[in-house]
């Protein structure tokens, strides 16, 4: 056949490429949806990793601190009675094992190092990829400010239900919605003396170990829950009344189920699960 003959090349018609754009975009809506889902589960995955390793963390402190486990919070003066309020919280008692041997908030100033200064590093601390940084209070959206006061989207839990001592009665101001509280202490006025705030317990006191909460997924740097599940079930987590992120591992931003399994928390026994709100409800305040 002469070179004349033969046919010309022939290119995509305009139809065919809208065509193949159109499958493309169905295929990429279709995957979508699972490529989602993996990442939600491989981020739950890691935040769930995280809780473990700071679970470890409060076993190790216990074997340098005579078996005592931290406060969730602890306000104190230093120099006693009259220096300058300083404050500490669990993250900074425990940060040593977990931050590559450098304590947080050492003089308890809020002097970096500090938990807002290692945001942004490789750190169990700051361990969940699906926490934002968004408080979803009630009808608004606020976002946390990032700061030496900031925390990482983990709570401890403030019910140990550990038996009070026998040489005093505890005020009210000891209570968080009329229960017992003693895993935080605010009182700068007496902080040797368990008249305004709470102790510190061996982690042997911290009874059922197996099925009461220790840190969890939280919105809120206080664990404020009630002593009954909340009816009818909030539809935003708040910071005020039920202060764990039951939305965190969902697929929703709001809306979850009171039963469906939507957020990370390691126990007192070290071991970790993801729960739904209820059943994190019950290990917080009334474990079985």
């Given at each position: 056949m002469s070179k004349s003959l033969r046919p010309a090349p022939r290119g995509f018609t305009l139809v065919e490429l809208l065509v193949v754009i159109g499958i493309i975009a169905l295929l990429v809506s279709m995957l979508l949806p699972t490529l989602q889902q993996a990442r939600r589960q491989a981020d739950t995955v890691k935040c769930l990793s995280a809780l473990k390793q700071i679970g470890n963390a409060y076993f190790m402190y216990s074997v340098d601190n005579n078996g005592y486990w931290p406060l969730a919070r602890h306000v104190y003066r230093d120099p006693e009675p009259t220096g300058p309020a300083r404050e500490k919280r669990w993250y900074d008692f425990i940060s040593k094992y977990v931050n590559n041997g450098i304590t947080l908030?050492?003089?308890?100033?809020?002097?970096?190092?500090?938990?807002?200064?290692?945001?942004?590093?490789?750190?169990?601390?700051?361990?969940?990829?699906e926490w934002n940084r968004v408080y979803y209070g009630t009808g608004s959206l606020s976002t946390l400010t990032i700061n030496s006061g900031s925390f990482p989207g983990y709570t401890m839990n403030l019910y140990t239900f550990a038996p009070m001592p026998v040489d005093t009665t505890p005020p009210l101001s000891t209570q968080v919605n009329g229960y017992q509280v003693w895993a935080t202490r605010t009182s700068t006025a007496r902080p040797f003396k368990n008249a305004d705030g709470g102790w510190y317990f061996k982690q042997s006191q911290w009874k059922q170990a197996g099925h009461r909460a220790l840190v969890f997924d939280n919105i809120h740097p206080n664990c404020s829950v009630g002593a009954v599940f909340p009816v009818p079930f909030p539809a935003?987590?708040?910071?005020?009344?039920?202060?764990?992120?039951?939305?965190?591992?969902?697929?929703?931003?709001?809306?979850?189920?009171?039963?469906?399994?939507?957020?990370?928390?390691?126990?007192?026994?070290?071991?970790?699960?993801?729960?739904?709100?209820?059943?994190?409800?019950?290990?917080?305040?009334?474990?079985?």
């Open positions: 908030n050492e003089k308890g100033d809020g002097a970096a190092p500090n938990i807002a200064s290692i945001k942004d590093t490789n750190t169990v601390l700051w361990g969940c990829p935003l987590p708040s910071g005020t009344t039920f202060t764990i992120d039951f939305n965190r591992h969902s697929k929703y931003k709001v809306g979850t189920k009171a039963n469906v399994k939507s957020m990370n928390m390691v126990f007192c026994d070290g071991h970790g699960e993801t729960v739904s709100a209820e059943e994190a409800h019950t290990a917080i305040r009334n474990p079985r």
